[in-house]
T-cell receptor, first 114, second 108 residues
């Protein structure tokens, strides 16, 4: 079975540019999570969806960040405009439920903003 | 906010040594999970502990959940280079809260 699929794997962009990260969750999973990982702050939950509906976006750093889940098999995380401090690895993950079950992570999108 | 503190942050050992890493919190969790993350990959679940005092074994890895369900430990016996990675604990609440992890390097 295919796992969580993320794209792009790596992106280098200039400050001020728009960045769009994409995620395809595991088929049948109804919860989707976006995490950001840095050395300083570890793995931080940005936003999560349940049945395509955003449940909690309190982890989104600021208005430059937005996430959508138009259907059960696709989600995007957008940063506009991007800044150097946004450089991090962004992980998408999915599970059968919000808690108590295994969360399956994608391989991550490595973002560098110069 | 429920915080999980992991220690040590970094650990570098030789193949064959034993080690223990810790995950501590002031909060009670309904369950706690341990993940291993290898370079360039996402975290992968190793185990979930649910009951206070529970001990689970996964080959050379032994996981223990504290009696009060606030802390956990991971003990690795006879570490191997393949054990190298970032070990993350995560407490279950409305969602998972992750610690910052222990980076383990096992040298041949």
């Amino acid at each position: 079975d295919a796992g969580v699929i993320q794209s792009p794997r790596h992106e280098v962009t200039e400050m001020g540019q728009e960045v769009t990260l994409r995620c395809k969750p595991i088929s049948g999973h109804n919860s989707l999570f976006w995490y950001r990982q840095t050395m300083m702050r570890g793995l931080e939950l940005l936003i999560y969806f349940n049945n395509n509906v955003p449940i909690d976006d309190s982890g989104m750093p600021e208005d430059r960040f937005s996430a959508k889940m138009p259907n059960a098999s696709f989600s995007t995380l957008k940063i506009q405009p991007s800044e150097p401090r946004d450089s991090a690895v962004y992980f998408c993950a999915s599970s059968f439920a919000l808690s108590g079950n295994t969360i399956y992570f994608g391989e991550g999108s490595w973002l560098t903003v110069v | 906010t429920q915080l999980l503190e992991q220690s040590p942050q970094f650990l570098s050992i030789q193949e064959g040594e034993n080690l223990t890493v810790y995950c501590n919190s002031s909060s009670v969790f309904s369950s706690l999970q341990w993940y291993r993350q290898e370079p360039g990959e996402g975290p992968v679940l190793l185990v979930t502990v649910v009951t206070g005092g529970e001990v689970k074994k996964l080959k050379r890895l032994t996981f223990q959940f504290g009696d009060a369900r606030k802390d956990s430990s991971l003990h690795i016996t006879a570490a191997q280079p393949g054990d190298t990675g970032l070990y993350l604990c995560a407490g279950a609440g409305s969602t998972l809260t992750f610690g910052k992890g222990t980076m383990l390097l096992v040298s041949p």
